[in-house]
């Protein structure tokens, strides 16, 4: 970087004497030297990743059995990328790229290529590794011994870097070797989509151990992603790695260079051998998963593998569950009236043993028929209140580290105003951790969000109707003329327009806030009311003499001065319902009154 800069600054002098004089100012180039230096700066602080090889360039089949099935043909290629810069890196993918054909050296079937990862933070590093198979035909040892390749990393917001080439993968004729032996493969048996665990590899060499050595566990790119390993070793004493290759004698694997596939060094490491691996469990990939190790050397000109490798005693089986998480969706109340606020609950249950923590939620809204509003405020976790979420794209995300312990549950809440609109509301919700989804299932490749349908009703809305019995309604606009001494037949009818039941539905004619009064002109004609009353289970009928001021007035005959079989004292009737007006629901009133 510094000579890069010792350059730069030489061309923008260079530059600088080129432009006008009063430009070229001695203030003005350190004003322009300065601004350029902070561009240099600012680039260099940008987001940076690094990639190294951290495996051997050695692979091969059984030197006298491998049309037989006997020893290894599947190794671990791969290259550690690092995230040397100022920010997280989203995204992070590592590809395996062929520079070369060779129809006999390949990627596993079913391998993943390439490989993204969530993101990789600020300082860390993690691996990339591609199970690379080699065909079991001599052409292979006699036609065809290599197969050219780089691997490529990537991610957003960052430049794609690329392992050294020219580099290859050479077949070599392996051969079997008793000294070489895996001790124990130990781990959990039983491991969750999205945790990290720990495996542990003893095995033991030569006491002396080897100029190469290789000594790894067989993992599926599609299941594990390895994101350390911690290496020891007996010989020599004390000795340590971060990777299961073991370069110690300086091993040329540049093609075509002199003293290729070879030593430059007299180094020896092995003996005992500890690994461990860390790695995150990515996916469920089909049933249980058998775990073996492969031990590959170099020693005395020639290249050997343990002569244990595939046996069942010194390998490990696995249960790859789904994460043990679901989410929920309910609804405080449905249905609820217009314009109504009530409470979404979205609730995750942690069924397993360890715990989980969610990245964000994300909710969507109905906007059909039409669009509740957040209520500001009035979001919760664990019953703390938490930031209001963000709107983008019709979603509402909330962002935050939400922890969900091993067995137990988590609500997220929060309220929303219903629209004064009639209909059925229904919106549904995810969460994420690590970059996978969160839903009503355990399985982290579908797409079930958890939902709730809330009905929006309108309250009850009754419409009345007041006519002469065989008049329509409404009535006409001319009125009715009638002669004194005429019996005239009243009839209100009435109907709930509403979604919502109406209780406690009370009727009175005339509309006692006016001044307007039954016997005004009329004279009430006693037992003359009738009731019809649609869904509502009982009417009871009272009278006033004072305007409603009162209700215990009985009507008689003759009351008044009014004729026999009327009464000229009653200014008001109350019909009081019990039971309930449902929706669409009708029924009247009639009683009659005569014209004096």
């Given at each position: 970087m510094k000579r890069g800069r010792q350059v730069w600054v030489k061309t923008l002098r260079e530059a600088?004497?080129?432009?006008?004089?009063?430009?070229?100012?001695?203030?003005?180039?350190?004003?322009?030297?300065?601004?350029?230096?902070?561009?240099?700066?600012?680039?260099?602080?940008?987001?940076?990743?690094?990639?190294?090889?951290?495996?051997?360039?050695?692979?091969?089949?059984?030197?006298?059995?491998w049309s037989q099935g006997v020893g290894p043909d599947t190794f671990q290629v791969g290259a550690r990328a690092c995230n040397v810069g100022a920010t997280a890196v989203p995204n992070i993918t590592g590809t395996l790229v062929w520079d070369s054909s060779n129809p006999y050296i390949n990627l596993a079937t079913g391998a993943l290529n390439p490989v993204t990862y969530n993101s990789l933070p600020v300082g860390t590093c993690t691996d990339f590794y591609f199970p690379v198979v080699v065909s079991r035909v001599n052409a292979v040892f006699t036609t065809n011994p290599s197969r050219r390749y780089h691997i490529t990393v990537s991610g957003t917001g960052v430049s794609s870097v690329s392992t050294p080439t020219p580099r290859e993968l050479y077949v070599e004729q392996l051969l079997s070797q008793n000294r070489n032996t895996v001790t124990s493969i130990t781990g959990p048996t039983s491991v969750y989509v999205g945790q990290s665990y720990t495996f542990?590899?003893?095995?033991?060499?030569?006491?002396?151990?080897?100029?190469?050595?290789?000594?790894?566990?067989?993992?599926?790119?599609?299941?594990?992603?390895?994101?350390?390993?911690?290496?020891?070793?007996?010989?020599?004493?004390?000795?340590?790695?971060?990777?299961?290759?073991?370069?110690?004698?300086?091993?040329?694997?540049?093609?075509?260079?002199?003293?290729?596939?070879?030593?430059?060094?007299?180094?020896?490491?092995?003996?005992?051998?500890?690994?461990?691996?860390?790695?995150?469990?990515?996916?469920?990939?089909?049933?249980?998963?058998?775990?073996?190790?492969l031990i590959l050397d170099h020693s005395g000109g020639s290249f050997h593998y343990n002569a244990d490798n595939g046996d069942p005693a010194k390998q490990i089986t696995i249960n790859v569950q789904p994460p043990p998480l679901t989410l929920s969706k309910t609804a405080s109340a449905s249905p609820v009236l217009t314009n109504g606020t009530l409470t979404y609950t979205l609730r995750v249950t942690n069924s397993g043993n360890v715990s989980y923590t969610l990245s964000d939620f994300v909710d969507t809204p109905p906007t059909s028929p039409g669009t509740p509003a957040y209520v500001a405020g009035s979001s919760k976790f664990n019953g703390?209140?938490?930031?209001?979420?963000?709107?983008?794209?019709?979603?509402?995300?909330?962002?935050?580290?939400?922890?969900?312990?091993?067995?137990?549950?988590?609500?997220?809440?929060?309220q929303m105003t219903m629209p004064n609109t009639h209909g059925s509301y229904s919106n549904s919700a995810i969460a994420h951790f690590d970059g996978y989804q969160l839903d009503t299932t355990q399985d982290v490749t579908d797409n079930v969000p958890a939902s709730a349908t809330v009905q929006v009703n309108t309250p009850p809305s009754i419409a009345l109707c007041k006519?002469?019995?065989?008049?329509?309604?409404?009535?006409?606009?001319?009125?009715?003329?009638?002669?004194?001494?005429?019996?005239?037949?009243?009839?209100?009818?009435?109907?709930?327009?509403?979604?919502?039941?109406?209780?406690?539905?009370?009727?009175?004619?005339?509309?006692?806030?006016?001044t307007l009064k039954l016997n005004t002109n009329t004279d009430f004609k006693v037992g003359s009311v009738v009731t019809v009353l649609g869904s509502l289970t009982s009417a009871t009928v009272a009278y006033s003499n004072d305007s409603g001021a009162t209700w215990t007035y009985?009507?008689?005959?003759?009351?008044?001065?009014?004729?026999?079989?009327?009464?000229?004292?009653?200014?008001?009737?109350?019909?009081?319902?019990?039971?309930?007006?449902?929706?669409?629901?009708?029924?009247?009133?009639?009683?009659?009154?005569?014209?004096?």
């Open positions: 600088l004497g080129h432009i006008p004089e009063f430009f070229s100012s001695r203030a003005a180039r350190r004003c322009l030297l300065a601004l350029f230096l902070c561009l240099v700066g600012a680039q260099a602080a940008r987001a940076q990743v690094t990639v190294t090889p951290v495996t051997w360039n050695v692979i091969g089949l059984d030197s006298n059995k542990r590899l003893i095995a033991d060499t030569a006491t002396q151990g080897y100029d190469q050595l290789e000594a790894f566990i067989n993992l599926s790119n599609v299941v594990f992603q390895v994101q350390s390993i911690s290496t020891t070793y007996s010989a020599p004493a004390g000795a340590t790695n971060d990777k299961f290759y073991g370069d110690a004698c300086g091993w040329n694997n540049v093609p075509g260079s002199a003293g290729y596939l070879d030593c430059t060094n007299s180094g020896k490491v092995g003996g005992t051998i500890v690994t461990d691996y860390t790695v995150k469990i990515l996916a469920v990939n089909g049933g249980p998963i058998t775990l073996g190790a703390a209140a938490i930031a209001n979420p963000t709107a983008s794209g019709g979603k509402l995300t909330w962002s935050g580290s939400f922890v969900v312990p091993a067995s137990s549950t988590r609500d997220l809440t929060y006519t002469v019995v065989g008049q329509t309604c409404p009535p006409p606009a001319t009125p009715l003329s009638q002669l004194p001494g005429t019996d005239v037949n009243y009839r209100i009818t009435f109907v709930n327009n509403g979604d919502t039941a109406a209780q406690q539905f009370v009727l009175i004619d005339p509309d006692p806030s006016t009985v009507p008689a005959s003759g009351a008044g001065g009014a004729p026999a079989g009327y009464d000229r004292n009653v200014t008001h009737i109350r019909f009081s319902f019990a039971g309930s007006l449902t929706s669409a629901s009708n029924g009247s009133v009639t009683f009659t009154v005569r014209i004096r």
